[in-house]
């Protein structure tokens, strides 16, 4: 049975690798092939080998074939095309908890009924309800549960697009949510009801009490978002101060809803129901207390992951327990292997989309790595060095995948999880929960956190807290599990170390080296904004970081991991081109997690970003520099540029061409008509390769003197998908046809990688060529 499930779950994964959906008619072969499920036993083993052989293959057919259906009927739910930015009245039901920042509230919506009667039907979306200015505390809030009534504008499921990168049309396609979008104000949003009549809004109504009672019983005490996040699993609560260094640490798993903890409330619960009632002999007799105690124990687990979402980890220890008390329940020697792989199974029937997220691997590959060294062992050992083994264990065997995924391990885990743990599962946790009922307990629950954050910010702030490593291909960290596996063998295994030689393609992975003088530009995508890293064979600079938002930034969530998975651990300049939030909001976060020798700049010196920043200089004409064979020369600012009072924010831009021998770019940021009237004054300009059109592609830019000097051979337009501003501006781009450049665009390509070497400007686009079938797919100009 276990080959079966795990055939099954290999064909789900392999669905979800696929560019396109398969088309259905290939699906009446599967009744042929169930006729495998009526071979005999063969007793020549070829034969019975090929029989197992067609049975595992049809379960692989079966699972890809599972996945498929469901990929088409929730992609036939998305938002069409022509209906984007259309205005849609929508009543529906707040279905998750919402979260405000100072801009506005998100939320997940439950449409219960479409306006227009001829507009599509739309299950659940995603909606950004913006604050009208200055009146953001007189505005009714949304909250889970309620019903209401809304005018919504909507576009496709669409998020940026880069390697290594979070992929949000994923994560919209595995929660249903079929478009996104924002709430308009007229004709205002209007509450139909306090509370829904339905199960999911009584559910979700009620996180949303318990979340907004421990926020008004500890009020600003710095952990309270930690008790949220345990108690209903709101992450979003938490610092983003506090989940670094939960994360650098490595306990950043003990601050959701992790199976350690669903299976320590199980526990608990199925120790009390069974101790009590021992204690009733006329109920112990018609129901025995340990079947009543799994009874307790299995109600307890299902409660809790209710409350707190019903997230993978809760999912995958609930699925396990209900294996494991049957198999009590039959009086049965449990397999926590085989409940481990039914969990799986289950898991993924549920929701096939659960192999794309990081929390399915990091779960399973736990609980398989703790299961891995503890059962089937003939010596069992006492419990400090049980404990030692499994720590680490599990940090070995995530590490592969860790790698893999985030590009950084922490080295201090096991010893921070060896505190951590205990205090949180077994204190901080049951306090939390038993807060619902005495909320007096949660002011005990966060003093206990608040004194376990000191020391982890402490260890997180170590020089060797974290180590960084490129992102391997799936090879080498496929490799390094099974080199894992051989390691964790029990004693008496011949060659145990051994298995260290398959982590060193991991460890030591081979570098895409970049020639003396031939450099590479790669525009990331951090949708309406700039962010490009141009490296030569030995240096690295980045111009511009990307944009900040409410509760986050462009550097922070895109920049840097991708900086991190290019093997990029230091810059050695960094260049912000001007003020503007769109170039300039990751920079804080860049300068915080990237080692950086300098930082030229065209912000004002009062700016507050400069702060605490150092070297820092203004760009000024004339400024150039040599890397590996390869010129960079900054071609405005003029000197006396900083001096004129009434000069434009964007006329500030550093503009910074890059040329060898051969090739030359050019990134003029966001300057204007006047920034290119400037160059063309100078005498500087000459014809470039590859042009970054200057303001994303806006009509005040790329005026037709300036396209004819330049005469690009690519240019390169970086802008947000359906962004506010039309960019890039249809004269503009008729002007780039007219000279028979290629254009591409940021926001249909996603990342745009630019090479430069003897053979010409190589352009290669992350989007089109990575593709996979849940992503929306738009033509370029």
């Not at 200055?134 to 504008?153: I, K, P, Y």
Request: proline share 7%; aromatic share 10%.
């Amino acid at each position: 049975m276990r080959l079966t499930l795990i055939a099954f779950c290999l064909g789900v994964w392999w669905l979800q690798q696929q560019p396109e959906l398969p088309p259905a008619r290939w699906l009446w072969l599967l009744p042929l092939l169930l006729a495998l499920l009526w071979l005999p036993v063969f007793s020549h083993a070829v034969a019975e080998f090929t029989r197992r052989l067609g049975i595992a293959l049809l379960c692989v057919a079966l699972g890809f074939a599972w996945a498929a259906g469901r990929a088409d009927a929730r992609l036939a739910e998305r938002l069409p095309a022509p209906w984007q930015g259309v205005d849609i009245a929508l009543v529906g039901v707040i279905a998750d908890l919402p979260h405000a920042n100072a801009r506005g509230e998100r939320f997940v919506f439950d449409v219960e009924q479409v306006t227009p009667p001829h507009a599509p039907v739309l299950r659940r979306v995603q909606l950004t309800r913006y604050w009208p200015r200055g009146s953001s505390d007189r505005v009714a809030r949304m909250q889970a549960g309620e019903r209401w009534q809304l005018t919504v504008r909507l576009k496709m499921p669409y998020g940026t697009s880069n390697p290594h990168g979070f992929d949000l049309e994923a994560w919209m396609l595995e929660h249903g949510i079929n478009a996104s979008g924002y709430v308009r104000e007229t004709p205002a949003p209007q509450r139909v009801a306090a509370r829904a009549a339905t199960p999911a809004a009584w559910i979700a109504a009620t996180r949303a009490t318990v979340r907004q009672r421990i926020f008004t019983t500890l009020g600003d005490a710095p952990y309270a978002g930690v008790i949220a996040a345990l108690v209903v699993g709101d992450q979003r609560s938490i610092p983003h101060g506090q989940w670094r260094a939960f994360t650098r640490t490595g306990v950043n798993h003990l601050l959701s809803i992790s199976g350690l903890h669903v299976t320590m409330i199980a526990t608990l619960a199925g120790w009390l129901m069974a101790s009590g009632w021992r204690r009733l002999p006329r109920q112990a007799e018609r129901l025995p207390a340990r079947q009543a105690g799994l009874i307790a124990a299995v109600l307890a687990a299902l409660a809790y992951a209710v409350l707190a979402g019903f997230q993978v980890p809760a999912q995958r220890t609930l699925f396990m327990l209900i294996v494991l008390a049957l198999a009590f329940w039959g009086r049965r020697q449990p397999r926590p292997f085989t409940a481990l792989i039914v969990a799986l199974f289950v898991v993924l029937l549920v929701d096939p989309w659960a192999v794309l997220s990081a929390g399915f691997w990091l779960s399973f590959g736990a609980m398989a790595a703790i299961l891995w060294v503890t059962f089937g062992r003939v010596a069992l050992p006492d419990k400090l060095r049980g404990w030692v083994t499994v720590q680490g264990a599990v940090t070995l065997a995530l590490a592969p995948v860790l790698f893999l995924l985030f590009q950084q391990v922490s080295l201090i885990s096991p010893l921070a999880n060896a505190v951590a743990i205990p205090l949180v599962s077994w204190l901080v946790t049951p306090l939390a929960l038993l807060g619902v009922l005495i909320p007096s307990l949660w002011q005990v629950a966060a003093w206990l956190m608040a004194w376990l954050g000191a020391g982890l910010d402490w260890a997180s702030s170590l020089p060797l807290a974290v180590m960084t490593l490129p992102a391997p291909g799936w090879g080498a960290a496929a490799l390094a599990l099974v080199g894992t596996v051989w390691l964790l063998l029990p004693r008496g295994f011949p060659l145990r170390v051994l298995g260290l030689l398959l982590w060193l393609p991991l460890l030591f992975p081979l570098r895409d080296a970049i020639a003396p003088d031939h450099f590479r530009a790669e525009a990331i995508d951090v949708g309406q904004g700039t962010a490009v890293l141009i490296r030569t064979a030995n240096h690295a600079l980045l111009y511009d970081t990307g944009a900040s938002f409410a509760d986050s930034d462009s550097g922070e969530r895109i920049v840097v991991p991708y900086l991190r998975a290019a093997g990029i651990g230091r810059l050695s300049g960094l260049i912000v081109s001007h003020d503007d939030n769109d170039h300039s909001g990751g920079l804080r976060s860049v300068l915080r997690d990237i080692p950086t020798d300098w930082l030229l700049h065209g912000m004002p010196a009062s700016s507050p970003l400069l702060d605490d920043v150092s070297p820092a200089r203004s760009c000024v004409r004339g400024q150039h520099w040599n890397w590996d064979g390869v010129q960079f020369e900054i071609l405005n600012p003029r000197p006396a540029a900083y001096a004129e009072s009434r000069r434009r924010d964007n006329d500030f831009s550093c503009v910074l061409r890059v040329s060898s021998a051969r090739h030359s770019l050019l990134l003029t940021g966001d300057g204007e008509r006047q920034t290119e009237l400037e160059l063309l004054e100078s005498g500087q300009l000459a014809s470039v390769d590859v042009l970054f059109a200057g303001h994303h592609g806006s009509r005040t830019s790329s005026i037709p003197e300036f396209v004819a000097a330049t005469r690009p051979e690519f240019v390169v337009f970086t802008l947000g998908h359906r962004n506010r501003y039309g960019h890039p501006h249809p004269h503009v781009v008729a002007r780039f046809r007219e000279i028979n450049a290629r254009l591409l665009r940021s926001d249909a390509a996603g990342m745009i990688r630019l090479d430069f070497g003897e053979a010409g400007v190589d352009a290669s686009q992350y989007r089109p060529t990575y593709r996979r079938y849940w992503q929306t797919q738009f033509t370029q100009p």
